[in-house]
């Protein structure tokens, strides 16, 4: 049987490649294999999901690990520019192959199972499937899962499928059947069902091919995903900017904000009436700016996409205008038109509605979700709650007694998340297509529960097992590479004093720093944590989303905007390092840049060096220009251990 050091399951993503990069650089002799079900790099960027047209929504710049720009030469992209997916599929098989990556991959192979065994130092054993062979298994002692939260598709069940008679799939899969359904001369209507931004990107690209569209926003759902403009605001800032502005990040409530040392300013904003007030024009001045740019109310068929919450209760469902024509044009023409209702059921080509209409379909296009559970059987039976995985419990959430104290602490220290969003008095869960389908993400009435969500409390002084890019952000490079130094201290047992939360079930003083009890003290100085204390700022953290992003996906698991860059804080005073990117270069300013100027990958250049340096492990130090200032203290012996 094969034995490694670390296994990532899920390896060619965002989050899967920093990780194997991550703790070679720390452990460059360990034994690491990286299992991924697809056959090309990327994650959601790989080959197989390349539909036509597709784009992120950043600009150039902003998407790209810190130690890798993504040049213009190289990739072809210019300043200002969209970046197009086939580029950043190939920047990330550019950066599997530069840091030698790639060859450690093994593509195709499907993890059916993973099974917990006491053998010594092996803890796991993985059961997979490689493309065209027989099982195999992997003896590992540490496991990392970074599946990601939009790999499995969920399709809802319609009556009538059966009888339908026309291709019916996952935006997943529009790769696969764009081709088909929009060069036949028989397609001339397609259906997309869902309100989510792929539903945007499918409509756009058929209509764009002059192919009539039916666009069908569930009645009983949560309504339109909101669409913005990347420049917003009268001043005409970058949205992806502004998400990473320290004095920005004031205005969005966050139970962790506290970690990026402005806890008093965050008291004042949260915590009286006027500073309430400021953020309530905060909101209302960014959310209404977006609904004007896009004239949602200037024609009665625009009218209809209109989000149906404020911004305030959203994070990441929040994306970007990223088309090269107005999408909306298409609405207003009439070749993309838009209908609130729910599907009642179909027939041959045919979709009918629940207000009576009848729309004919060559084609059905689920834009749907997704399963946000990792497909993997956890071996033995009923594992699922102790390794932190979305799961059904015999009894409702409210009753738990830990769940009670962590909302009641919410809302009384965030009274603002007290006043929710008003629900749709229509709504209603969708069921599955998949008869008994465990991980059908609206039978779960638990979402994942991991401490700094990553590791599950149940095994955090095992240091065996984490997940990483378990949460949906703005900022997904720069969570993923603080999230894979996090984990690879965590798993090297060096994680600061500040990883120890205190035992008296406080979150951490107002300037986000934690004050150790005695039990913690002896608990950090042996390296171990106290699992009550973890418990509770799991759960607190975890519940945290269900009462900021109601109208986003808090419920389920992590969804960030304004909470990224606190959360990367958080991470950065774990591990002992500068949290304060733009202040540690010093210089005339440094305040300014620190509270004003958007933090991005930039920002993060050296921070596996700086850690290595930190904990004298020798290595090559690389010398990036970004971070030369840094450096050149630190070789000095100027800038002492943070």
């Avoid at 079900?37 to 036509?52: H, I, N």
């Avoid at 102790?386 to 602490?409: F, M, N, R, V, W």
Wanted: hydrophobic share 35%.
């Amino acid at each position: 049987m094969e034995e490694a050091d670390l296994v990532v399951i899920g390896a060619a993503g965002w989050s899967g490649l920093i990780m194997l990069k991550t703790y070679l650089d720390v452990n460059p002799k360990a034994k690491v294999i990286a299992l991924e079900s697809a056959r090309s790099v990327g994650g959601v960027w790989s080959q197989e999901r390349m539909y036509p047209g597709l784009r992120t929504n950043n600009l150039y710049g902003s998407l790209e690990y810190s130690d890798y720009p993504m040049d213009e030469q190289t990739f072809g992209v210019k300043a200002g520019d969209y970046i197009p997916g086939p580029v950043v599929q190939k920047y990330l098989r550019s950066y599997a192959e530069k840091f030698d990556i790639y060859r450690r991959i093994r593509f195709g192979a499907w993890v059916r199972t993973v099974e917990r065994k006491s053998n010594g130092a092996y803890q796991w054993l993985v059961h997979y499937e490689p493309q065209s062979q027989s099982a195999k298994q992997i003896l590992t002692k540490k496991l990392v899962i970074s599946t990601g939260l939009t790999s499995e598709p969920f399709i809802p069940h319609i009556p009538g499928t059966d009888a339908f008679n026309a291709p019916l799939f996952h935006a997943k899969y529009l790769l696969d059947n764009f081709s088909d359904t929009s060069s036949s001369p028989a397609s001339t209507n397609i259906v997309i069902y869902g309100s989510a931004k792929s539903a945007y990107d499918a409509a756009y690209a058929y209509a764009s091919k002059g192919i009539s569209v039916d666009w069908i926003i569930r009645k009983s759902g949560h309504g339109p995903v909101w669409m913005s403009p990347i420049y917003v605001t009268p001043l005409k800032k970058r949205l992806d900017h502004l998400v990473g502005v320290r004095f920005l990040t004031w205005f969005s409530p966050c139970i962790w904000g506290a970690y990026d040392g402005f806890g008093s300013l965050r008291r004042f904003f949260h915590n009286t009436t006027i500073g309430r007030w400021i953020v309530d024009r905060f909101w209302e001045i960014l959310g209404g700016d977006v609904l004007a740019l896009n004239g949602f109310d200037k024609h009665p068929e625009t009218k209809k996409l209109k989000p149906w919450a404020p911004a305030f209760w959203i994070a990441s469902s929040l994306s970007i205008l990223n088309y090269p024509q107005d999408i909306y044009e298409y609405v207003r023409n009439g070749t993309i038109k838009v209908h609130v209702a729910d599907i009642d059921h179909l027939s041959g080509k045919k979709v009918h509605l629940s207000n009576g209409q009848t729309l004919e379909a060559d084609a059905l296009v689920c834009s749907t979700g997704w399963k946000h559970r990792p497909s993997i059987k956890f071996l033995p039976d009923g594992t699922d709650r102790s390794l932190g995985l979305p799961h059904t419990t015999a009894e409702k959430q409210e009753l738990d007694p830990l769940i009670q104290k962590a909302d009641k602490y919410i809302l009384d220290n965030y009274p603002r998340l007290r006043n929710q969003p008003a629900k749709n008095e229509n709504y209603q869960s969708p069921t599955s297509s998949v008869s008994s389908d465990d991980n059908d993400p609206y039978n779960l009435d638990q979402p994942f529960r991991l401490y700094r969500f990553m590791v599950p409390p149940a095994y955090i002084n095992d240091r065996s097992i984490g997940y990483i890019g378990m949460m949906l952000s703005l900022h997904t490079c720069v969570c993923a590479q603080a999230q894979a130094l996090w984990l690879t201290a965590y798993f090297g047992g060096d994680l600061s004093q500040s990883a120890f939360p205190v035992a008296d079930r406080t979150v951490c003083l107002t300037d986000g720093t934690s004050e150790l009890a005695p039990s913690d003290k002896t608990a950090s100085a042996n390296n171990s944590f106290d699992e009550e204390s973890i418990t509770w700022q799991t759960t607190l953290h975890s519940q945290f989303g269900r009462w900021r992003y109601p109208s986003g996906h808090g419920k389920r698991f992590p969804d960030v905007a304004f909470d990224a860059i606190p959360y990367v804080d958080m991470l950065l005073r774990d591990l002992g390092l500068e949290w304060r990117r733009k202040w540690k270069r010093g210089g005339w300013g440094k305040w300014w840049r620190e509270v004003f100027w958007p933090y991005g990958p930039e920002d993060y250049v050296g921070l596996v060096d700086e850690f290595r340096i930190a904990r004298g492990i020798a290595s090559p130090i690389r010398l990036p220009a970004a971070g030369q200032h840094f450096y050149e203290k630190k070789l000095q012996g100027t800038a002492g251990r943070s």
